[in-house]
C-alpha cells in the first residue's frame, strides 16, 4: 500500500495547529515509504527494531531524525548511539545507565524518554508512578547519568476505544510529567517532551496534553506482522 499523503497532510496540519510532533513510525515499512514523505519534507521517523534502523540509517539520507521506540536491549545500545535522536522506551535506571555509558565512549549525550506503565495490560513496559519518583530523583537531583538528557515521558495506552480509560490512562501520565517539571525545573530546564498517542488514540492524548504523538498505519497502512510488543 502507498503512503497516504492526504492522511499525512491533514495529520500534519491536526498537529501543527497544536503544537505536537508528529513522528512517523516507519517500522516493517521500506525505504520508498520513508522517502515518499522525506520528499514532502518529513524529517522525524521512529523504528522498534535495532537491526532494522541501523540498515534504515546506512540506506537513507542522513538529516533524518531517527526515534528509537521500541524495547532496547542493553547490549544493541552500541548500535544505534552513534545517530539516534531520540529513545524513547527507557524503561529502567539500568538501562539509562547502559545508555550513558555507551554514550560516554562516543563523547556523546543522548536525549532520552522515561517509559511509564500506563495500560492495564499487564505486557506493557514502564516504570510505575512511585518508581518513577525515585528515578527523577537519582537523575535530576543526584544527576547520576551525565551522558543522557532525560526530556520526558512516554506512554502507551491499553488498546481500546474506551475513550473514558484512554482519558485516565493519559491522564495519568500527564500528572508524573507535570509533577516532575515543576519539582526539577530548574535543573531539568529541557524537561519538556510528552510522547503518547498512536493511530488509535492521538486525539485523546492530545486532549490529554501529548505534544508528541508517534504514527504509523494512518500514515504507512497497516503492518504486515504484529508488532506490538
Ligand atoms: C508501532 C508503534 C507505534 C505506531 O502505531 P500505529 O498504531 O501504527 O500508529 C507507536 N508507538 C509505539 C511504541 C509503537 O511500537
Known amino acids: 500500500m502507498p503512503v497516504d499523503h492526504i492522511a499525512y497532510q491533514a495529520l500534519k496540519k491536526y498537529c501543527d495547529d497544536r503544537g505536537v510532533q508528529l513522528i512517523a513510525v516507519s517500522k516493517t515499512k521500506p525505504n520508498e515509504d520513508i522517502l515518499s514523505l522525506y520528499e514532502n519534507g518529513h524529517r522525524a ?8 534502523l541501523t540498515k534504515k540509517y546506512e540506506d537513507l539520507p542522513k538529516d533524518i531524525q531517527w526515534h528509537f521506540i521500541g524495547h532496547l536491549q542493553s547490549n544493541k545500545i552500541k548500535y544505534i548511539a552513534p545517530f539516534v535522536s531520540l529513545i524513547h522506551g527507557v524503561d529502567s535506571l539500568k538501562l539509562l545507565q ?12 543522548i536525549p532520552c524518554l522515561l517509559q ?15 518508581e518513577l519518583r525515585l528515578a527523577a530523583t537519582e537523575i ?20 481500546t476505544d474506551d475513550h473514558q480509560k484512554l482519558q485516565s490512562e493519559f491522564q495519568q501520565l500527564k500528572s508524573s510529567y507535570d509533577e516532575i517539571k515543576s519539582t526539577y ?9 510528552l ?9 485523546t492524548a492530545i486532549e490529554c496534553g501529548s505534544n508528541m504523538v508517534r504514527i504509523g498505519s494512518t500514515l504507512f497502512g497497516a503492518r504486515s506482522y504484529n508488532v506490538k510488543s
Open 116 to 130: 511509564v506503565h500506563i495500560a492495564q495490560e499487564e505486557s506493557k513496559f514502564g516504570f510505575d508512578v512511585e
Open 185 to 193: 525545573q530548574t535543573e531539568a530546564i529541557s524537561f519538556n517532551t
Open 140 to 159: 535530576f537531583s543526584e544527576k547520576r547519568f551525565a551522558n543522557v538528557s532525560v526530556v520526558g515521558l512516554m506512554g502507551m495506552a491499553s488498546f
Open 195 to 203: 510522547s503518547m498517542g498512536m493511530s488509535g488514540d492521538y486525539k
Open 98 to 109: 547502559a545508555i550513558d555509558k555507551e554514550a560516554k565512549k562516543i563523547n556523546k549525550i
Open 45 to 52: 521517523f521512529g523504528e522498534n527494531y535495532v537491526q532494522e
